[in-house]
């Protein structure tokens, strides 16, 4: 169960005043299926397995993250402009490592082209390639990497500042190997699952969801028959505001944090995503609220949108249908209001239809749908 549930207030906290508090409401019934408290959802094997694979592959990436900023204040510290070689997305490829290496190591362009011209020799295949994209790199660009360490503050790399750099270098490259194993069994763990595979298929539809962070998804949710609607799939991922009433007086707070740390982290990456697409609802959506709020407020807007993806997230599973983005918008559903009057159950039904919708027409007397 949710330890906020169950959790002993108005008292001193000790370990033998929760056991009593816990056997006293499992004895009561309070706990369980369906009862006061609900109780926790406990994920099948399969669902198991992807779930400690996604969590350790965001714990990786969250620690590559960390080497790759001490690289980055090494170079600010010393002035060695050396990262404006390479684009925002190339800072941290092969290639740019041996740049940095050929700076942490204290050689020069032409050594360090000679030793990859001798590695180059006797590898073969991808490794090759890599090799000779760096040599070209190198050959290209030496007259603009010495340009750049000689207007830096001490014209070259200290002994500490270069051992920082070679061991950042070596963390990384240990957990980019760990990284690309874990991509690897995730992938073949959704593919060689029907259901998985349909549901990834699904997921990824939607907009700012994509091959990584969709695994992540499904490793966290429960069945979506759990929930009896989309609000409710959303207040299990925590991203939902709080509400604090006293009397008539009603305080939203900030979003609950209920859920999985991993499923909210997972729509937040999604909706910063999706929030770049201004041709898409999602991306409307956030500019509009960048217009409201603020551009300081950027956590608040990727939380809203995050929460949209997650109702929606819930309805695509729960009809098993792709995502098109005309189900999404407001108008259709608005236009069939103003035209309520003036057309019949049945043409509004199809114009719904006509919009992706599904509609069903019950008639109470014979309690037949059509």
């Known amino acids: 169960v949710h330890p906020a549930d169950v959790k002993l207030k108005n008292q001193k906290k000790t370990d033998v005043s929760d056991a009593w508090w816990l056997a006293n409401l499992l004895r009561s019934g309070t706990i369980g299926k369906n009862k006061g408290i609900e109780s926790s959802y406990i994920p099948e094997e399969k669902q198991s397995n992807l779930r400690i694979l996604t969590r350790m592959q965001s714990r990786y990436t969250a620690q590559t993250n960390k080497h790759k900023n001490r690289i980055t204040k090494v170079f600010d510290r010393t002035n060695i402009k050396i990262m404006t070689l390479f684009d925002d997305?190339?800072?941290?490829?092969?290639?740019?490592?041996?740049?940095?290496?050929?700076?942490?190591?204290?050689?020069?362009c032409d050594e360090k082209i000679t030793e990859l011209q001798t590695l180059r020799e006797t590898a073969t295949g991808n490794k090759r390639n890599i090799l000779t994209r760096q040599i070209k790199f190198l050959s290209e660009n030496q007259d603009e990497i010495?340009?750049?360490?000689?207007?830096?503050?001490?014209?070259?790399?200290?002994?500490?500042?270069?051992?920082?750099?070679?061991?950042?270098?070596?963390?990384?490259?240990?957990?980019?190997?760990?990284?690309?194993?874990?991509?690897?069994?995730?992938?073949?763990?959704?593919?060689?699952?029907?259901?998985?595979?349909?549901?990834?298929?699904?997921?990824?539809?939607?907009?700012?969801?994509?091959?990584?962070?969709g695994p992540q998804i499904l490793a966290e949710i429960p069945p979506t028959t759990n929930f009896p609607s989309a609000k409710k799939f959303a207040s299990f991922?925590?991203?939902?505001?709080?509400?604090?009433?006293?009397?008539?007086?009603?305080?939203?707070?900030?979003?609950?944090?209920?859920?999985?740390k991993y499923l909210r982290k997972?729509?937040?990456?999604?909706?910063?995503?999706?929030?770049?697409?201004?041709?898409?609802?999602?991306?409307?959506?956030?500019?509009?609220?960048?217009?409201?709020?603020?551009?300081?407020?950027?956590?608040?807007?990727?939380?809203?949108?995050?929460?949209?993806?997650?109702?929606?997230?819930?309805?695509?599973?729960?009809?098993?249908?792709?995502?098109?983005?005309?189900?999404?918008?407001?108008?259709?559903?608005?236009?069939?209001?103003?035209?309520?009057?003036?057309?019949?159950?049945r043409e509004i039904a199809e114009q719904l239809r006509d919009h992706n919708y599904d509609v069903f027409i019950k008639d109470l007397s014979t309690n037949i749908a059509f």
């Open 266 to 345: 997972a729509f937040v990456q999604s909706a910063k995503v999706a929030s770049m697409s201004p041709k898409q609802s999602l991306g409307r959506k956030a500019k509009l609220l960048f217009h409201r709020k603020g551009k300081g407020k950027g956590k608040m807007v990727w939380t809203a949108i995050g929460r949209n993806l997650a109702e929606i997230t819930y309805i695509i599973l729960r009809s098993k249908q792709s995502y098109k983005e005309e189900r999404f918008q407001k108008r259709a559903r608005k236009k069939a209001k103003t035209i309520l009057n003036t057309k019949t159950v």
């Open 146 to 213: 010495i340009f750049l360490i000689e207007h830096s503050v001490d014209k070259k790399l200290s002994e500490n500042n270069r051992l920082e750099v070679l061991f950042e270098l070596a963390q990384l490259k240990q957990l980019n190997y760990i990284l690309d194993n874990l991509e690897e069994r995730i992938k073949a763990l959704v593919t060689n699952d029907e259901a998985f595979t349909e549901q990834m298929n699904l997921v990824t539809s939607i907009p700012g969801i994509g091959e990584e962070t």
């Open 237 to 260: 991922t925590g991203l939902v505001p709080s509400v604090q009433r006293s009397a008539n007086v009603v305080h939203i707070g900030k979003i609950t944090k209920r859920g999985s």
């Open 89 to 108: 997305n190339n800072k941290f490829t092969k290639t740019a490592f041996a740049v940095y290496e050929t700076l942490a190591e204290g050689k020069t």
